[in-house]
């Protein structure tokens, strides 16, 4: 099972809202939780708009750029992701003047929840662009197993 649905399924509190495909996506349909939305491959304006009002983007791939990324912060939106690869270079860490997001150091439920967890106590201390301060309780990633 994907780890990111995993972590979702027991923060019960929490949405995500899953955007695009890949292989696992039927198999995954059928035990998603309550809280968690697949809506598969939509169009580049649908995407946006989840993106420009998501609380967060969440990326657990380690890509060479990792794309998503770079546009989740230009859509102001602050970005959860795991620390390796393209994302360590797009992403300001809470280290960061100004930071646009928190790391994950492994791939795996709990280091997913904890870092939703330093995502939300420290939500004032993100900066992306024009971020607005109040956004849903929506969480939204990328679906590419």
Known sequence: MVPIIEAFREMQDKKLVDIGNGPQLEGIRRVVPQNVTLFGFQQSSVLR?????????????????????????????PVTAFGKGGALETISG??????????????????????????ERERLAYQCGSMPKQRPSVWNFPFQV
């Open 49 to 77: 708009d989840y993106m420009q009002r998501a609380q967060a983007l969440i990326f657990a791939a380690e890509e060479d750029c990792g794309i998503v990324c770079v546009e989740a912060q230009a859509c102001g939106t």
């Open 94 to 119: 809470l280290n960061s003047v100004e930071p646009t997001g928190v790391f994950f150091n492994e791939q795996s439920v709990v280091a997913i929840q904890e870092a939703v967890q330093k995502f």
